[in-house]
């Protein structure tokens, strides 16, 4: 099959969490698999950096253009490379009015929030490739609210154009609450029709909606975790749209998010100091020493390191965590923080560092290298998450040897299976299911006690190890449901 990836973010070129990394890596997978894949991402000022930084040119496919949709009109040029380390073809959307900024998501320079003018050009100028390019994918698969019109344009007669006559839509939810919702004025900048201003299609509650046009116009719907899948049908976790996806339930599926194992990899990965396998582990301790160090924080014996990988916002439940921090750090703890996001929780942890600066270190940012040691040198990797579609962080986690500990929702409940004191022989972490600060203490006192269980350790240390979180899976999943969306 054909199929084109249509994706704000791609790793490692321009990311800002998990969306990227599926992006830069299923594609892969399913290109393993036999599929002819193409991917489409914004020439965002990140991503030119990272080619810089690489030594790679990419090569111009289409010359600067005038893309036209309704009463709308900018310029495209199109750049062709490949998808890092592999031959998987990714084109580049360049608008520097729209995608040269300092942050992936930053408001034009005069603080105008531009976000759903910047995305309709990206679809546009996506379908204009195609034409020029003789691109017909079979399969047009859309991730997130940035390219959820796609499926739209779809319906709204782009079939009746060469190179979607026969194309078919399969929509990826990866985060529910990201709907790119704007005020019903902004309809206009759709370029749609007016029949599609209407509570079937993309009019909601008076807004518009983009992510519920994907989800009622794509043939396929998928989410990141089947657990997931479930939640969002019911009001608590459904963000509003849980009426239209129980009633659609019949065309979405939770496929479970997979990870690079050759990017993620303990025994080869060139981020961390000192590398290690399951059966030998004492690369581990020698990169949690290197860690400490970095983080100024001294070794201590049978003090088990904690640790947050995260963008710092709401949906993390770090709530949870900063009521109850000192308390686990004087059970005997240690704790090093690497994240950036809301200002609240930014000076929480500056806070929580500054009362504990012999057993805490919180860096403010975004470091991929970072992130790399902390995986490999901490022992337990904290995700109190009050959702999470699928979560990547507790997966690299497990496959460096750290315990994650975490809230039973979403995907974690599909990829962690908490320590209860009886299920050694399975347990990968430790998990509470409330959203209560002191439940997220009680599985934190577990942990630190059990930290001192050697052998308890190493055994779920091993059993999370082993745990094969690889595409291949996942990408046969898809394969299946894009052959279900060619026949519907
Ligand atoms: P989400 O997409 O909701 O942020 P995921 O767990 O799916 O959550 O993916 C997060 C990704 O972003 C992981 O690859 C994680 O390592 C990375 N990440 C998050 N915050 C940072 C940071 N401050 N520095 C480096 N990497 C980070
Ligand atoms: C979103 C979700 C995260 C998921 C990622 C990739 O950012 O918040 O849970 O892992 O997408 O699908």
Excluded at 65 to 70: G, I, L
Excluded at 109 to 126: K, N, P, Q, S
Excluded at 262 to 283: H, I, K, M, Y
Aim: glycine share 8%.
């Amino acid at each position: 099959m054909r199929i084109l990836f249509a994706t704000a973010e791609v790793a490692p070129v321009a990311k800002t969490g998990g969306l990227g990394d599926v992006c830069g890596s299923l594609p892969k997978a399913l290109a393993k698999l036999g599929h002819e894949v193409v991917v489409f991402m914004p020439y965002y000022r990140q991503a030119r950096e990272w080619f810089e930084d690489h030594g790679i040119v990419p090569e111009v496919a289409v010359p600067p253009t005038q893309v036209m949709w309704a009463n709308w009109s900018a310029e495209a040029t199109i750049l062709r490379t490949t998808l890092p380390e592999s031959d998987v073809p990714l084109y580049l959307v360049v608008n520097d009015h729209f995608f040269d900024r300092q942050q992936i998501y930053a408001l034009r320079e005069d603080g105008f929030d531009d976000f759903l003018l910047r995305y309709v050009f990206f679809c546009r100028a996506i379908v204009n490739a195609c034409d020029i390019l003789g691109i017909a994918p079979d399969i047009l698969h859309a991730h997130d609210w940035h390219t959820a019109l796609l499926p739209v344009y779809l319906d709204s007669g782009l079939r009746g154009n060469d190179s979607f006559r026969t194309t078919r839509s399969v929509y990826t939810i990866h985060n529910l609450n990201y709907q790119g919702i704007a005020a019903a004025a902004a309809f206009a900048i759709t370029g749609l029709h007016s029949r599609y201003w209407a509570p079937d299609a993309v009019e909601h509650w008076g807004q518009v909606n983009p992510m519920k046009g994907g989800i009622l116009f794509a043939d396929q719907v998928t989410t990141v975790s089947p657990n997931y899948a479930r939640e969002i049908q019911a009001p608590v976790l459904g963000a509003g749209l849980d009426g239209i996806l129980r009633s659609l339930s019949f065309k979405l599926t939770g496929v479970l998010n997979g990870i690079d194992v050759e990017q993620w990899d303990p025994a080869t990965d060139p981020l961390v100091p000192s590398n290690f396998t399951a059966g030998r582990l004492n690369g581990k301790n020698l990169t949690k020493r290197k860690l400490l160090k970095e983080a100024g924080l001294r070794h201590r014996a049978k003090t088990p390191l904690m640790a947050v990988v995260s963008r710092l916002v709401d949906q993390k439940g770090f709530q949870l965590l900063t009521p109850v921090v000192d308390r686990l750090l004087r059970l005997g703890a240690q704790l090093v923080v690497l994240g950036s996001g809301d200002a609240q929780f930014e000076d929480a942890f500056k806070a929580v560092e500054s009362a504990n600066p012999e057993s805490c270190r919180v860096w403010i940012g975004f470091d991929d290298a970072l992130a790399h040691h902390i995986y490999g040198g901490a022992d337990l990797l904290l995700m109190p998450s009050i959702y999470e579609p699928c979560g990547l962080n507790q997966m690299y986690a497990l496959r460096y040897g750290t315990l994650p500990l975490v809230r039973m929702t979403g995907g974690l409940v599909d990829t962690v299976t908490p320590f209860d004191g009886t299920n050694a022989d399975r347990a990968t972490g430790f998990g509470f299911r409330s959203t209560l600060p002191q439940d997220l203490f009680a599985a934190g006192w577990l942990a630190v006690l059990n930290y001192r269980e050697t052998k308890v350790w190493k055994t779920l240390q091993h059993n999370g190890m082993s745990i094969d979180f690889s595409w291949d899976r996942s990408a046969r999943e898809y394969d299946a449901i894009y052959r279900r969306a060619m026949i519907s």
